[in-house]
């Protein structure tokens, strides 16, 4: 268990790693960044920043030697910067959390081993491949990259009209993973996170809508059924009890059917805190980054209730040029990143409002 004082090393430097590096603070303990990136989000807050690319080795071991644990915040951490993380500290969440994350395939094949739904999926690395698995999936379906793939990026909807070398060649020729077309009515996500003990804390479930592949809202709660509530939940824990997962996680899923018969299918896992638990930070009795926090100094997990009705919106690109609109409105909590460059299509930050319970 660490102590009050200890320093957390983030692999990472975006707005999670800020955002995790800001509870870190309030309760004590202090944070170094190591990002390839100048001026980022994560370092403006952190009392030590590296600035290296993750593959110096060098770096990376001088940053591991001066902290008591290391998380990332993102999950394409190459699996040669963990190894050297974790040959000289505790890398939390573990390196198994990793390469199942990483990798569509492995983590699809995870799930699906759990007993878990998830779309119908097959591999794919040639053309053939896909013509054969198309066959059997039918159209349309979804090919994606293995690997590096984020907020649709790195793949490709398969309709009527397209043929298989086209689709192919859309994703680079990579290895792939094909997945039948899941119909659903929502999108909702798990933000669960575990101690070094087991004991698990879920927040409750967030149902998310999209703006051109970007999360755009989350709200709180979902508009679900309350067994399929717990059947999330229960997805969510049954996949960090087989992670032997320390820390905050998250499960993305799919609403399917609707009445009495709706149900859920899993399509995603991301190793870290993630976007549609920054309600969290107003929301909820312990907001998800202190939750991390807790988890991988080893201490106790705080209480995830939630205070009340919760709306999280997006600041993409130019909407954060409504900072002042926000700030004059009665409840509305502003978060901005820090970026000074406002790209199309980049998380500048969010506004949370809570309907508080009469
Ligand atoms: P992903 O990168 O896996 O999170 O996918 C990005 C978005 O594409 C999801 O949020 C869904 O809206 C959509 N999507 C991904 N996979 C499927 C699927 N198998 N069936 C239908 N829609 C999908």
Redesign the pocket.
Known sequence: MLRPGATIGILGGGQLGRMTALAAAELGLKCHVFTPERDSPAAEVCARVTVAPYEDETALEAFARGVDVVTYEFENVPAQTARVVSALTSLRPGARALATTQDRLEEKSFVAGLGLPT?PFAGIDSVADLEAALARLGRPA?L?TRRF??D?KG?VKIADGMDAATAFDAIGRQPAIL????T?TR?VSVVAARGEDGSIAAFDVCENA?RN?ILDVTQVPASIAPETGRAALDAAAAIGAALDYVGVFTV?MFVVGDGGREGIVV??IAPRVHNSGHWTIEGAETSQFEQHVRAICGWPLGSPARMGDVTMTNLIGADADTWQAILAEPGARLHLYGKTEARPGRKMGHVTRIRRRP
């Open positions: 779309a979804v994606k793939g984020y649709g793949q997945e039948g077309f899941v659903f999108e999209h592949h993305e399509n995603e």
